[in-house]
């Protein structure tokens, strides 16, 4: 019965089945040119250690969050991440 019911579900619901995650490693990488950057950015100096979601690939959803630890000249920081759609456009808090 619950095989049944999760092929039903899966089949029924589109996007059940599919899942999109966001590559922690390039979004690592972006967020730490958009805390630097000085045209674009927040434009804090000497950015580094940026490591988010404890390294795992966290699933693209509308509102949902993850949370980055940074360093921003050596003093150890944090930023929250929120999905703006479902196709991976996302928000950087500034640090806190």
Known sequence: ???AAFLI????KPGFLNTTKLDITVAQRSIEQL????ANGYGLGAVSDVTCNNGQNPTVRAGATF???VRISGIPRRVNVTFDN???DYTVS???
Request: hydrophobic share 30%; glycine share 16%; with cysteine.
């Open 86 to 88: 479902s196709s991976g």
């Open 9 to 12: 579900l899966g089949l029924w």
């Open 94 to 96: 500034p640090p806190q």
């Open 67 to 69: 949370t980055c630890t």
């Open 1 to 3: 019965m619950g095989i």
């Open 35 to 38: 805390l630097s950057d000085k």
